[in-house]
């Protein structure tokens, strides 16, 4: 018979352990606690290590890529505190092999790949249902399930538990212990959403930077798609995020700087989007992400939070690695989740360490800091510039008559 797995929260992670697990062999069902699948989602960078992930899980296919054209000067502007926009190095503008995304870009390809393509059979997804209590044994996992739209509950045996469910992973309160254990707080607030229409007096596939010593906004230009807004700043005291209004916290962390047309532009924006993700950061720390038969994947076991921008990378990486671990270990779980952390944890280590060191870049800690980072990364942009600049004229040189813009 083929082991069954209870694979809880159908983001990337989730999505992701389930491919690798039928990849494995494996019966995976995915439970879900919202009523329906969700669809929207801010911007996010794939790494080349997540491109190949999602190659690896069989999606590549199906994922759409926003990477906007480049073109001679760039296609990022950094404004100062007097409102004047220079050439900045955006972290789409070096050839480094991101891939910009929507959230609901790589899900939409997962969910193609859960859903089957004709030759393997769907990934049964149970929406409005989350675990309530979780019981090992020596031959499985006995699973007390809560169904939100029916009313009740029952209990269902798997072989395998992957607790996908974030970074407050209940998962991991049920069967590691409470929140406080593994969440490092690091003093810092995100805002990401949608806007409607780009900062007025900006090409649409511009990105846009106005960084202050600890508060920050960069605007996401993307090549077929409004562009998306990502708000950080840092705070000694993390608020209650359900305290008050969050449009108000986050107008408040910004007061003083919606002088500025683009800060203004945004804050407005935010006030008529019609969803926006506010949450306090944090890293998941964990000496060991599984027990027996409980295995966490993704932000539940490593989040490593949105300054590594690895957060998809690392969630599709993961899945893939744990399906070929399964495939490899067939007969012996536990050898097959020790090698699945044994391979996957050096990685995950050090884009943990690089956070520090990105989060500089996204929002200073003071002004100092703020002009060696800016000196640093306005030197790098010119080696960049002047490289990608000679190869866009190469390009065009040898591109056919009539062809080259």
Known sequence: MRKKALVVGLGIAGMSAAIGLRKAGWTPVIVERAPERRTGGYFIFMFPEGVQAAADLGIAEHLHTRNPKWRPGGNSWSVDGK?????????????????AVLRSDIEAALWQGIT????????????????????????????????????????????????????????????????????????????????????????????????RPKRAMWVFGLADHAPCAWLTYRTEGIPDRFAGPSVEQVRAAFSGMDDDPVVRHVLDSLDQAPDHVFDSIHQVLMPKWSTRRVVLVGDAAWCMNTYSAMGSSSSLRGGAALGVALREHPDDLAAALEAWEAGLRPY???QRRSARVKQQRFVPSSRPVQVVVSGALELLRRVVHRRMAAEFTAAAVAAPSGTAR
């Open 83 to 99: 409102g004047r926009r220079k050439p900045a190095l955006g972290l789409l503008d070096a050839p480094s092999g991101l891939a």
């Open 348 to 350: 995950i280590t050090r």
């Open 116 to 211: 089957g393509d004709g030759t393997e059979d769907a990934v049964e997804v149970r929406f409005a249902t989350t675990p309530v209590d979780i019981t090992e044994g020596a031959e499985g996992v006995r699973v007390l399930l809560e169904d939100a739209g029916a009313g009740k509950q029952y209990h269902e045996d798997f072989d395998l538990v992957v607790g996908a469910d974030g970074m407050r992973s209940s998962v991991r309160r049920m069967v590691f212990g409470p929140d406080e254990e593994y969440l490092a707080n690091w003093k810092a607030m995100i805002c990401a959403f949608q806007l409607k229409e780009q900062v007025p007096g900006y090409e649409a596939s511009d990105s846009i930077i106005v960084s």
